[in-house]
């Protein structure tokens, strides 16, 4: 634990201006980040008496080795740092809400010629209409079926599009009026766009005008005579207005708004918004996040306001934003959201009328995703941290093995040999620190020392990331110190140059975890030990997870320690060697596919894709093109003679395949295609 005194700045070298701050830890990862109108006032409130601090500040403070900061113009500027920073660094002590679900959208893909109308989840694509989130999958699906009598949109794939143009028959959905078939040319791209952008305009909320449009229309037919007509606009009006009913009218037409409510405990929060658009609720989503800073509900709102916005422009974001309560500065966050969206944005709690009634509403939701989350994870943090418990009880540890690294070999008969390094914090996975090894020490099948060399090279980069980091030199860098425009401007280099030792990113090795599992019994484990043993390393807990028996062996040891079959820390050890096998088997088949497909072209320098399909299409098959002349080769477009004999040097240095055998009949069976058997 460290004492904030080590390292607090010095008095007059905070600067009495808007800035953001970061908090560093031993590591030198950045572990919290903020921003304040003046950094001297708030930067001096982490450095009093500890006992007057909040305990998840006192918390962050005594983990932190350092602070820095950088000094902004305004306070928007100060905003949109603190955003940067934060979906840079992930820092561990900041508010950062996940989803509770993976929202599904209706999305109309403007991007392409004939523009789709589809079910989309995941992150937005750029050119993609996007409307929602909805609850669920199939209430997009009803909506769009009765809307798609009126607009006849594409919803079919690219493969289905291409196979109509093909046969010159269109789907089902073409032949019952649902689909105005463009691709077998029944209209036109220019007519099909403008549907789409009907469709769109619909959905964003312009509803009224073009029912009265339709329902004018639907009048002059029937004037005219032309019941038929008559008939099919009134259809098309019934439909529009089902599926209008599919989400309730709340607020005054044309009302564009965004509606956020936080419920809130003193561990955890949760945030619901309603995304109305045209005074109807087009979408509801919610979060939940741990409290793991000091911060009261104008602060949650501040951060979902963050989250929400941060990668949207335009019309995502709503003229109005209606609040619980207002962030700090409201009107940085306001001047923020405008400049999102490109136009004013109003955000402001609401008083009275339907806004604060549906504002209670929203409120409930908050309340019940809470109480249900919390419902939901009460268990599961009792269930990881008895199995943390269990596990340090049993292998002898001074403390919970919060971070735990496992290793796993893969490999098919001696080939491919790779290996895996999964990642478990807090009992739960995290996948981005997985990384993956190719075993480059030796050849052949030897999982004893496969496993002495991964472990040896994981441990060796842990040791070059403190060195370069600077945590073994006697005189830390002075806290509070600026980095310099020029070093600023070559962190994230993009031609590879190494970042700046300070950048605060997560780096691939630089954290050692409290416990290395490996797949494996006694040889494995001692082939760990002796690595880290090797490097000098002793603080570090080594075990092995034998699948047999599921016995859990430590080093030096002759007898492995057993633990119950209903002990949540084997099941927890188990789960994390089957991640790791899991990765490391992906990994070994990806590759051993990668050598199947490889060609002996690829070895060919300068010779793309394009031109080795061209060559494989001219002579039939590698067979052939190895029997060809450099003179027949260069008789295919595309190849010179300097390419047609550099292709020919490289087909007669490959050493052909072992025939293949038919095990049935024992029959040879001959190659025809680059030693694909056929």
């Known amino acids: ?56 500040t006192r918390t962050m403070v005594t983990t932190a080795a350092s602070v820095e900061w950088t000094v902004v113009a305004t306070e928007v500027e100060a905003l949109q740092l603190e955003y940067s920073w934060i979906k840079e660094f992930d820092p561990r002590f900041n508010v950062k809400y996940r989803d509770d679900k993976s929202y599904p959208y209706l999305a109309v893909t403007l991007n392409e010629e004939f523009p789709r109308v589809q079910v989309m989840r995941g992150a937005k694509k750029k050119g993609v ?41 269109p789907c089902l959905l073409g032949y019952i009026g649902k689909c105005s078939a463009p691709c077998v040319g029944r209209i036109t791209p220019e007519e099909h766009r403008e549907l789409a952008d009907d469709f769109c305009d619909f959905m964003a909320g312009r509803t009224g005008t073009y029912i009265r449009r339709l329902e004018k229309d639907m009048m002059a037919a029937a004037e005219e005579m032309e019941y038929e007509r008559a008939a099919r ?33 003193e561990l955890e929060a ?58 700090e500065d409201p009107e940085a966050v306001s001047q923020w959201l405008a400049g999102r969206r490109g136009s004013q944005v109003s955000l402001r709690i609401p008083q009275r009328g339907d806004k604060k009634d549906l504002m ?70 995290r996948k981005s620190e997985y990384r993956r090894f190719q075993i480059k020490g030796f050849e052949g099948q030897d999982d004893v020392r496969s496993m002495h060399e991964v472990i040896g090279r994981r441990f060796r980069r842990y040791l070059q990331e403190k060195e370069r980091t600077g945590e073994w030199e006697e005189s830390p860098a002075p806290s509070g110190a600026v980095p310099a425009p020029e070093a600023a401007a070559a962190d994230g280099d993009p031609f590879g140059n190494e970042p700046r030792e300070d950048d605060g990113r997560p780096k691939r090795f630089a954290y050692p975890p409290q416990l290395v599992v490996v797949d494996g019994g006694q040889p494995q484990v001692a082939a760990a030990k002796r690595a880290l043993d090797e490097l000098g390393i002793d603080d570090i807990a080594v075990c092995g997870l034998a699948k047999r028996l599921e016995e859990v062996w430590l080093p030096d040891d002759d007898d492995p320690v ?34 199947i497909r490889s060609s002996p072209l690829d070895a060919v320098a300068g010779l793309g894709e394009t031109r080795k399909q061209a060559l494989i299409k001219h002579f039939g098959s590698v067979k052939k093109l190895k029997q060809a002349t450099i003179d027949e080769i260069c008789e295919v477009p595309g190849i010179g003679r300097r390419t047609a004999e550099s292709v020919a040097v490289a087909l007669a240095s490959t050493i052909p395949a072992a025939p293949a055998v038919n095990t049935a009949t024992g029959e040879i069976i001959e190659e025809d295609d680059g030693g694909s058997a056929t």
């Open 1 to 56: 634990m460290a004492d904030p005194s080590s390292y607090r700045p010095k008095p007059g070298q905070i600067p009495d201006s808007p800035g953001v701050y970061k908090f560093r830890d031993e590591h030198r990862r950045v572990i919290y980040v903020g921003k304040a109108k003046s950094l001297r006032q708030r930067l001096a409130n982490y450095f009093q008496d500890l006992a007057g601090l909040h305990p998840r």
């Open 129 to 169: 209409r996007y409307f929602g989130p909805y609850g669920h999958a199939w209430a997009i699906r009803e909506t769009v079926d009765l809307m798609l009598r009126v607009f006849p949109v594409r919803t079919c794939s690219a493969g289905v599009f291409r196979n109509a143009a093909r046969t010159g028959r």
């Open 233 to 265: 606009l009134r259809d098309d009006v019934e439909a529009l207005k089902r599926a209008m009913e599919k989400s309730a009218v709340v607020l005054a037409d044309a009302t564009d708004a965004d509606l956020i409510a936080v419920a809130e405990d």
């Open 270 to 327: 949760a945030v619901q918004i309603f995304h109305v658009r045209g005074g109807r609720v087009r979408g509801q989503r919610g979060w939940v996040t741990d409290k793991v800073e000091a911060v009261d509900t104008s602060g949650l709102v501040e951060h979902a306001l963050q989250q929400l916005y941060g990668e949207e422009t335009g019309d995502s974001v709503p003229k109005e934003v209606l609040v619980p309560a207002l962030p």
């Open 360 to 429: 209670v509403t929203v409120q409930r939701n908050a309340q019940q995703a809470l109480g249900l989350h919390k419902t939901k994870r009460a268990s599961d943090l009792t269930t990881r941290s008895r199995a943390l418990e269990e596990i340090a009880e049993a292998l002898g540890l001074d403390t919970a093995p919060l971070r735990i690294e496992c290793f796993d070999i893969s490999h098919l008969q001696g080939d491919d040999v790779v290996a895996s390094m999964v990642v478990f914090e807090d009992g739960l996975a």
């Open 562 to 595: 057993v633990l119950p079959r209903s002990s949540e820390g084997l099941y927890l050890l188990q789960r994390v060697r089957d991640e790791a096998h899991r990765f490391a088997i992906t990994y070994q088949r990806a590759k051993r596919a990668k050598r």
